[in-house]
T-cell receptor, first 111, second 113 residues
Framework: RKEVEQDPGPFNVPEGATVAFNCTYS??????FFWYRQDCRKEPKLLMS???SGNEDGRFTAQLNRASQYISLLIRDSKLSDSATYLC????????????FGPGTSLSVIP | NAGVTQTPKFQVLKTGQSMTLQCAQD?????MSWYRQDPGMGLRLIHY???????DQGEVPNGYNVSRSTTEDFPLRLLSAAPSQTSVYFC????????????FGPGTRLTVT
């Protein structure tokens, strides 16, 4: 089983729609969680960190459920510029400090 | 600040050749890492370093070597290139480790024929 798994996608949604991405992780010792965004053929960039209490940044809301080892990202009022691949990222501390990326979920927002 | 820089941007190798992908950062970050990205597979961790002189293996370390002699540089060496190593390689750095934002370089697109 992969350490971080995501909805396979792709998601094709109209402008203004609300879309949710799901992610699960297998290492219960994981401590830090993030969502990154990657545009086509570009490097990934941090979208937001995910906190236990849940957190919101404008149209984006991230939730963490440690008991279920599940992370989600909700995007409200989708814009064309939201089209990208969204990567779920988990920091799994073993002997040192590994940062593991999920395979990503592709989003296309359609006019 | 230049951030994270990677060279070369593109490279074509023949099977069996060796080469080094360069990565440098000017942010005084302790933590650096290398990923490869293949279509449909996301980024997979190759090796990472928590500071000068300290490295560890990631998910897919076979066929790659690293060393970290300075804080700034973290080169990735391909020992004997194979077609399976055709990929996009990203280097990343962060302030203290995995709990912090990872800053990525622009990537190196490697083709092994």
């Amino acid at each position: 089983r992969k350490e971080v798994e995501q909805d396979p996608g792709p998601f094709n949604v109209p402008e203004g729609a609300t879309v949710a991405f799901n992610c699960t992780y297998s290492n219960s010792a994981s401590q830090s969680f993030f969502w990154y965004r990657q545009d086509c053929r570009k490097e990934p960039k941090l979208l937001m960190s995910v906190y236990s209490s849940g957190n919101e940044d404008g149209r984006f809301t991230a939730q963490l459920n440690r008991a279920s080892q599940y992370i989600s990202l909700l995007i409200r009022d989708s814009k064309l510029s939201d089209s990208a691949t969204y990567l779920c990222v988990v920091n799994s501390k073993t002997s040192y400090d590994k940062v593991i990326f999920g395979p990503g979920t592709s989003l296309s927002v359609i006019p | 600040n230049a951030g994270v820089t990677q060279t070369p941007k593109f490279q074509v190798l023949k099977t069996g050749q060796s080469m080094t992908l360069q990565c440098a950062q000017d942010m005084n970050h302790e933590y650096m890492s290398w990923y490869r990205q293949d279509p449909g597979m996301g980024l997979r961790l190759i090796h990472y370093s928590v500071g000068a002189g300290i490295t560890d293996q990631g998910e897919v370390p076979n066929g790659y070597n690293v060393s970290r002699s300075t804080t700034e540089d973290f080169p990735l060496r391909l020992l004997s290139a194979a077609p399976s190593q055709t990929s996009v390689y990203f280097c990343a750095s962060s302030y203290r480790g995995g709990s912090y934002e990872q800053y990525f370089g622009p990537g190196t697109r490697l083709t092994v024929t």
